[in-house]
C-alpha cells in the first residue's frame, strides 16, 4: 500500500497495534456498551461495533460524524452517533447517561480539552462500576524523540522547557502529557 512506509505511519500503525492488544481482551467477551468520545470518522468504533458491541461516538465535527455513517453502513453495523463534546456529555440533554457505559475509549482528547481533570472526571462518572477507560494522550518525550529524530533539533528542545506553552497549554497541536 503506498505511503505506509512512512515513520509516521509507522508509529500510527504500531499504536494502534498496542491499543487493539490491550483492549482484546474486553472486547473478546460479552457484548458491552462502549462509548467513543471523539470518535471521529469511526475507525475503532465500526470495528468494535462489528464485533458485537453497542457503539455510541460523540464528536464535536458534523463532517466526521457524516464520514462515520457511512463507514457503518458500508460495513453493515449500527453505530449511534451524536454531535458533541466532552462538555456537553452529561448534560441535561446530554447524549450519554451516567454509569451508561462498560468501555470508554477517549483517545487523542484530553491534549485538546482545557480541565483534563474535568474531563477524567466526566468519563469516571460514565463508566459502570468496573468499566474500563482506554485513554491515549500525548506524551512530551515521545514528542521530543520524534522531532529530534526527524532532525527538528529546536523543536525538540523546545518542547523539553517545562515553561513552554507546547507543554502546558491546549493549543494548534494540543497538550503534551509527561508521567507526572
Known amino acids: 500500500m503506498p505511503g505506509t512506509d512512512r515513520p509516521e505511519q509507522r508509529r500510527a500503525n504500531a499504536r494502534t497495534a498496542v491499543v487493539w492488544e490491550a483492549l482484546r481482551g474486553l472486547l473478546d467477551g460479552e457484548p458491552l456498551d462502549v462509548l467513543d468520545i471523539g470518535g471521529g470518522t469511526g475507525v475503532s468504533a465500526v470495528r468494535i461495533a462489528g464485533m458485537g458491541h453497542r457503539v455510541t461516538v460523540v464528536d464535536p465535527s458534523p463532517d466526521a460524524l457524516a464520514s462515520l455513517g457511512r463507514r457503518a453502513r458500508e460495513e453493515g453495523v449500527e453505530v449511534v452517533a451524536h454531535q458533541g463534546d466532552l462538555s456537553s456529555l452529561l448534560a441535561p440533554a446530554g447524549p450519554v447517561?451516567?454509569?451508561?457505559?462498560?468501555?470508554?475509549?477517549?483517545?487523542?482528547?484530553?491534549?485538546?480539552?482545557?480541565?483534563?481533570?474535568?474531563?477524567?472526571?466526566?468519563?469516571?462518572?460514565?463508566?459502570r462500576p468496573?468499566?474500563?477507560?482506554?485513554?491515549?494522550?500525548?506524551?512530551?518525550?515521545?514528542?521530543?524523540?520524534?522531532?529530534?529524530?526527524?532532525?527538528?533539533?529546536?523543536?525538540?528542545?523546545?518542547?523539553?522547557?517545562?515553561?513552554?506553552?507546547?507543554?502546558?497549554?491546549?493549543?494548534?497541536?494540543?497538550?503534551?502529557?509527561?508521567r507526572d
Open 97 to 127: 447517561a451516567p454509569g451508561s457505559a462498560d468501555l470508554v475509549l477517549c483517545h487523542g482528547v484530553l491534549e485538546h480539552v482545557t480541565d483534563a481533570a474535568g474531563a477524567l472526571a466526566t468519563l469516571h462518572e460514565v463508566l
Open 130 to 178: 468496573g468499566g474500563a477507560l482506554s485513554l491515549l494522550v500525548a506524551q512530551r518525550h515521545a514528542a521530543v524523540i520524534a522531532r529530534a529524530m526527524a532532525g527538528h533539533f529546536g523543536q525538540a528542545l523546545a518542547l523539553l522547557d517545562p515553561a513552554s506553552v507546547a507543554s502546558t497549554e491546549p493549543g494548534r497541536a494540543g497538550r503534551r502529557f509527561t
